[in-house]
């Protein structure tokens, strides 16, 4: 499924259609953290003005997607937004910062709260910082 979706986003400059039609996605490129393979992860971001945040949810799951590990070990990468690529840095956020930004999120699309009561973990919120702007 995230070959397709990330297809039909560089095909539409950004904006795939079908269950994805009218939600906002992020290609994070990132690179594993054992394997050292390249991959690529579309994901729904929080846009705050020109600040990109992800969310690592994985729908409530007890672990942390494999792609956050990943940004962990390697955080300078990738980012494709609408029909640009420009490099970032994954910054994971604490403290009051993640509150903020994980309720936002939560305002936007209540589903993320549902995503934290479903488990114990406290889920990260990760900031694209995107170099040069």
């Known amino acids: 499924m995230n070959r397709q979706v990330i297809e039909a986003f560089?095909?539409?400059?950004?904006?795939?259609?079908?269950?994805?039609?009218?939600?906002?996605?992020v290609l994070v490129h990132h690179v594993g953290a054992k394997s050292g393979k390249k991959r690529i992860a579309p994901l729904v971001p929080l846009v705050d003005g020109d600040r990109i945040y992800i969310i690592a949810s994985k729908g409530g799951s007890d672990t942390n997607p494999?792609?956050?590990?990943?940004?962990r070990a390697h955080p300078e990468t990738v980012a494709e937004w609408g029909a640009e690529t420009f490099p970032?840095?994954?910054?994971?956020?604490?403290?009051?910062?993640?509150?903020?930004?994980?309720?936002?999120?939560v305002a936007?699309?209540?589903?993320?709260?549902?995503?934290?009561?479903?488990?114990?973990?406290?889920i990260p919120v990760i900031e694209l910082e995107r170099h040069g702007s």
């Open 10 to 25: 560089r095909a539409t400059g950004g904006k795939p259609g079908g269950q994805w039609e009218g939600i906002p996605v």
């Open 66 to 71: 494999d792609w956050y590990h990943n940004l």
């Open 88 to 105: 970032v840095t994954a910054r994971v956020l604490e403290g009051q910062e993640r509150e903020d930004v994980y309720a936002k999120q």
């Open 108 to 122: 936007l699309q209540p589903q993320f709260g549902d995503y934290q009561r479903r488990t114990s973990r406290l």
